[in-house]
């Protein structure tokens, strides 16, 4: 079962950026869809962004024009940046593959990483 390790997470003003890396601990070629979810404190995990193997994109409407996803196949990791950041979008951020057309994670979660948006 393929696994993932997230980084880049930290505490970061309103307003700020921030970019995410998930490496996965085998190759991502095969694996049509791919993305982030957060879990804030006391709320159920939420797919944000997703990202095809051609490149295609979509992402939740609270970070539409924010966020912007993007994979590197030859690097097996799959990259967050967040621009604008809020103090909702606080929470642990993750990163999974995804069967389609059920939105199932097939792969194993990773620790996550945290990320706080705070002045």
């Known amino acids: 079962q393929v696994q993932f390790v997230e980084s880049g997470g930290g505490l970061v003003q309103p307003g700020g950026s921030l970019r995410l890396s998930c490496a996965a601990s085998?190759?991502?070629?095969?694996?049509?869809?791919m993305g982030w979810y957060r879990q804030a404190p006391g709320k159920q995990r939420e797919l944000v962004a997703g990202?095809?193997?051609?490149?295609?994109?979509n992402y939740a409407d609270s970070v539409k024009g924010r966020f912007t996803i993007s994979r590197d196949n030859a690097k097996n990791t799959v990259y967050l940046r967040m621009n604008s950041l809020k103090p909702e979008d606080t929470a642990v951020y993750y990163c999974n593959a995804i069967s389609m057309p059920d939105y199932n994670a097939f792969g194993s979660w990773g620790q996550g990483t945290q990320v706080v948006v705070s002045s």
């Open positions: 990202i095809t193997s051609g490149g295609g994109t």
């Open positions: 085998r190759s991502i070629f095969s694996i049509y869809y």
